[in-house]
């Protein structure tokens, strides 16, 4: 039945001829509906206002401003006469009187589709307690609608996608949207434990059952009873374990391993892999029949990289789940989003989990930009800013390096200051003469600081034949701030 869970159906029809053979046609094929007159539809629409109407002659009532009142209402207009109703959004096409099986049914699905989609259910579902399911790509949005489809029933579930795309977080959210959430969710990694070992996690084993079984252990089975097992990597479990596991899911019984006594498997199965398992059943790698046991409800996880839109939405949720261990957070500009966005993610949401993990610990609280980016997620060319300082602290910071000497240390000092600095001789005497040695008469400090300054650069230029970022490097300056001196002090190469 088309329209088994979903509003009332109604008629209104002034042409009794025509309704009574619309009704025998919706009777056929399965619809209840309800005949109405003009005279009661609108108390019967303003009691349920989310219903489905075909709309015929009326007299009583004016069908445009019946349309126009019910917004949450599907109208399918009877007979081509009306087709200038279809203006209206609600109104969602025109059924003509020869009431064709086709048209008329692919109607009742376009109301159902008006219906499921109304802003006012949107809202409502996101309201469902989805935990970690964030984004609103619509990739994202068809996840939570089957997860809420699937969720209420007790069919099993595959979920697809590739490694660090939250398959778990999907199961989870199907445990937590069930009628089992009250249960345990277990999950066990199948590719993780060895293969001699993993029957005894699943089912568990008695005392005695081989060496080293010292006492009775529950199986992961035995602790998801009530609940939900979600059986992870299910690609990479061996093909003896594929047999038993569907026996199992066939009779939903199971034995411990050592163990004779028939114990209940009610549990409900969800299993996810990156693996492409088709492919591994014509390898034959993986059995045929399990798959079609597991993949009853396929649910495919998008890659990071097809969902970018959702990527400050991520950042946000990943960021205050780290904030317990870190006490710390990070911001991102526009252009470091925007760079994010450009990059492929092979690693998916945990790649953006670690990137992120890495700034908070690099740098705690700020801002970050494109360049505090590591290198492989630098996607666009910005110019970073650096910071030009006025010139009386840039004075005081090499007057503190002039002056910062060790007075235990004199003469190390002055070899090590020979040895290192990029002046001549007949300067470095002079310099320390001054130093040591105030003249009397005085000195201009800024220009003999000047002086100093063009003479450091000069030599570090001529050096290194003009190359600017070496003789940047060799006077601990950045480059753009060794540009700026040079413009300042008109240093250049002679043509």
């Known amino acids: 039945m088309l329209m088994s869970e979903n509003p009332n159906l109604y008629i209104v029809d002034m042409q009794a001829g025509r309704r009574e053979r619309l009704s025998t046609v919706l009777s056929f094929i399965g619809e209840a509906h309800h005949l109405l007159t003009p005279d009661t539809v609108i108390n019967k629409l303003q009691l349920h206002p989310e219903s489905v109407v075909l709309l015929g002659a009326t007299e009583q009532v004016e069908p445009a401003m019946l349309i126009r009142q019910f917004p949450a209402c599907a109208f399918i207009v009877i007979s081509d006469s009306l087709a200038f109703l279809l203006e209206h959004a609600n109104v969602i096409g025109v059924l003509s009187e020869h009431f064709a099986y086709a048209s008329l049914t692919q109607l009742l699905r376009d109301a159902q589709q008006y ?20 984004g609103q790509a619509p990739a994202m949005q068809k996840i939570r609608f089957l ?17 660090g795309t939250g398959k778990e977080v999907v199961a989870r959210n199907i445990h937590l949207l069930s009628h089992r959430a009250s249960g345990p969710f277990v999950p066990i990694n199948c590719g993780a434990i060895p293969a001699e070992l993993l029957e005894s996690e699943l089912f568990g084993h008695e005392k005695g059952a081989f060496t080293g079984a010292i006492s ?56 996810a892999t990156h693996r492409d398992l088709e492919t591994m059943i014509a390898e034959g790698s993986f059995r045929e029949d399990l798959y079609y046991r597991l993949n009853v409800f396929p649910i495919e996880t998008p890659a990071l990289h097809e969902r970018a839109e959702d990527l400050p939405l991520l950042i946000n949720e990943l960021l205050n789940r780290q904030y317990q261990s870190h006490q710390a957070k990070v911001k991102f ?43 492989k997620y630098q996607h666009l060319e910005v110019e970073s800013y650096q910071p030009v ?16 000497t060790d007075d235990n240390d004199d003469d190390a000092n002055e070899e090590r200051v020979a040895a290192t600095s990029p002046i001549s001789l007949e300067t470095s005497f002079a310099v320390q003469s001054i130093l040591h ?56 190469k002679d043509d």
């Open 216 to 271: 009775t252990r529950k199986g992961r089975f035995e602790l998801a009873q009530g609940g939900t097992l979600f059986l992870d990597e299910i690609g990479d479990m061996p093909q003896p374990m594929q047999v038993k596991l569907l026996r199992v899911l066939q009779e939903r019984i199971f034995e411990r391993v050592g163990g004779s006594q028939i114990l209940k498997a009610d549990v409900r199965i969800i299993a």
């Open 333 to 375: 500009t526009e252009r470091a989003i925007e760079s994010l966005k450009l990059h492929s993610w092979p690693g998916n949401v945990r790649e953006l989990g670690n990137l992120l993990e890495r700034m908070v610990i690099m740098y705690p609280d700020q801002v970050i930009d494109v360049a505090e980016l590591p290198k």
């Open 147 to 163: 997860i809420q489809q699937v969720a209420r029933t007790e069919a099993n579930v595959l979920v697809l996608g590739p490694s």
């Open 389 to 404: 300082y006025p010139e009386a602290l840039q004075e005081r910071d090499l007057l503190n390096a002039l002056f910062q």
């Open 115 to 134: 219906h499921r989609l109304l802003p006012t259910h949107k809202k409502l579902d996101n309201q469902a307690k989805f935990d970690g399911m964030v």
């Open 437 to 492: 040695d105030l003249p009397h008469d005085g000195l201009d400090l800024k220009e003999f600081l000047a002086e100093l300054e063009i003479r450091f650069i000069s030599q570090a230029l001529e050096r290194h034949d003009f190359i600017v970022a070496r003789a940047a490097e060799i006077l601990g300056l950045r480059r753009t701030t060794l540009v700026e001196k040079m413009r300042k002090y008109n240093l250049g």
